[in-house]
Nanobody
Framework: QVQLVESGGGWVQVGGSLRLSCAAS????????MAWFCQAPGKEREFVAA????????LYADSVKGRFTISRDNAKNTVSLQMNSVKPEDTAVYYC???????????????????WGQGTQVTVSS
């Protein structure tokens, strides 16, 4: 059974930085795309960023492009999200997700992923 465990969430001031990490166990993730999604209160879970199996391709939501960076370390079975220049609207629970298969297709859709972490809260204070 695959387990994804996020860490690194917390409080951060507007304009500050935060680094989220996701550790995978139960499966070697190096063959699979991975992603980060976020969910604010009262809203649906939405796409933030995705990365292909070797980190050579990344994809970002327009709202975070230029501010967030997704990366992975397949040797450590981890994926990270570096959040810079954060804004109040970045406040949400952030989830990492593992793709259903190894193809790079439809990465913005929640349905592309079948394993999810429990989430980590990020709160941006002004």
């Amino acid at each position: 059974q695959v387990q994804l465990v996020e860490s690194g969430g917390g409080w951060v001031q507007v304009g500050g930085s935060l680094r989220l990490s996701c550790a995978a166990s139960g499966r070697i993730i190096s063959d699979y795309p991975m992603a980060w999604f976020c969910q604010a209160p009262g809203k649906e879970r939405e796409f933030v960023a995705a990365i292909n199996w070797n980190g050579g391709i990344t994809l970002y939501a327009d709202s975070v492009k230029g501010r967030f960076t997704i990366s992975r370390d397949n040797a450590k079975n981890t994926v990270s999200l570096q959040m810079n220049s954060v804004k109040p609207e970045d406040t949400a629970v952030y989830y990492c997700a593992l793709d259903r298969d190894s193809s790079w297709d439809g990465q913005r859709r929640r349905e592309a992923y079948n394993y999810w972490g429990q989430g980590t809260q990020v709160t941006v204070s002004s």
